[in-house]
């Protein structure tokens, strides 16, 4: 089965960001979401797959071996994601498989580029930043 939008977020203001942005295109879309392991973070009404959580360690590999198993299995024909690092693999696959890979960068990012945002930027299809004055600097696109 395919998905249309496969969703990569770490929980909690990530993984917000990632809903509010969904929920304002309210578009009929099969959506489900990835997040690394974390208690109680349950989206009703959809599926979310769990994986294990890493923190710039070996349990990366863990991760892009995940990645690969769940984009084979699902074949989304776009992922979101909203960082942080779990947002990494994905995009990896993303750009191995012909995925669109979109990624909206936090709102903690003002100066700079967070370090997944950093390395995500290289292999994403699109790539927003929050501010202004980032976006001047980076050259990516800015969105409110």
Known sequence: MTTDI?????????????RQLLNEMAL????????HDSKNTEIDGYEVIKIIHS??????????????????NLKPKVI?????????????????????????ETFSASEDL???GKIISKFANYFFVRY????????FIYVE
Request: charged share 15%.
């Open 55 to 72: 923190d710039r360690d070996w349990r990366i590999i863990i991760q892009f071996l995940a990645a690969i198993k769940i984009m084979f």
């Open 80 to 104: 979101l994601s909203t960082g942080a690092g779990i947002g990494i693999p994905f995009a990896l696959v993303a750009r191995l498989m012909r995925c669109r890979f979109i990624h909206v």
């Open 28 to 35: 009929p879309l099969s959506v489900k979401y990835v997040i």
């Open 132 to 139: 202004e004055k980032l976006a001047k600097k980076t050259g």
């Open 6 to 18: 496969l969703v990569v977020s770490s929980p909690g203001g990530h993984l917000n960001t990632a």
């Open 114 to 116: 967070s370090l997944s």
